[in-house]
């Protein structure tokens, strides 16, 4: 599953640790430093849906 909250996804594949979508990484790097030497692909997870803080807001004058 795609969870919006993260922008990078590792897919990791393989009949031993089967076939999942893990999206819980901040960057590519982080995602890569986690599936090396696991059957797994890092890729932007397009679902991705940034969190924007509300801007205070001014009167308008």
């Known amino acids: 599953m795609y969870d919006p909250r ?3 996804c590792m897919h990791v594949y ?3 640790i089967g076939d999942r979508m893990d999206c819980i990484f901040a960057s590519l790097d982080q995602c890569q430093a986690a ?4 059957p797994a692909t890092c890729l ?8 924007f803080a509300p801007r205070s807001v001014r009167p308008y004058r």
């Open 14 to 16: 393989g009949a031993l």
């Open 6 to 8: 993260y922008p990078v």
């Open 35 to 38: 599936a090396m030497g696991l």
């Open 44 to 51: 932007i997870n397009p679902y991705y849906a940034p969190s």
